[in-house]
């Protein structure tokens, strides 16, 4: 069984930073890909950014945040964990925030689309006042 575990998230203000993790753990699980997606009420969900595994060692990871969030949000990770820090935050970004992971490669995916992943963590809220 593989187990996506998400943790942060809250109420903060308007100009505030958060940090998400993500913890997958489990088998079968080779690691591939980790996404970020957010999901306002009445809303679909839309992807946040990822992060690729080319290797074990984190340094080596390639990432990706959407243009309109990359001047603000940033991706890390540490082994299994990953982290969604988010800075300077707005009412906007007031949303369920998803963690996803794609366990085997996926040749052309853009890692963008709720489909490209296979195991999904259960949100967390985030709510950011004004």
């Known amino acids: 069984q593989v187990q996506v575990a998400q943790s942060g998230g809250g109420t903060v203000q308007a100009g505030d930073s958060v940090t998400l993790s993500c913890t997958v753990s489990?088998?079968?699980?080779?690691?591939?890909?980790m996404g970020w997606f957010r999901q306002a009420p009445g809303k679909e969900r839309l992807p946040v950014g990822h992060?690729?595994?080319?290797?074990?060692?984190?340094?080596?990871?390639r990432t990706f945040v959407e243009p309109s969030m990359k001047d603000r949000f940033t991706i890390t990770r540490t082994k299994n964990t990953m982290y969604l820090h988010m800075n300077s935050l707005k009412s906007e970004d007031t949303a369920d925030y998803y963690c996803?992971?794609?366990?085997?490669?996926?040749?052309?995916?853009?890692?963008?689309?709720?489909?490209?992943?296979?195991?999904w963590g259960k949100g967390t809220q985030v709510t950011v006042s004004s």
């Open positions: 489990g088998r079968p699980f080779s690691g591939y890909a």
């Open positions: 996803a992971a794609r366990g085997n490669v996926l040749l052309g995916s853009l890692f963008r689309a709720p489909s490209d992943y296979d195991y």
């Open positions: 992060i690729r595994f080319l290797s074990d060692k984190p340094q080596n990871d």
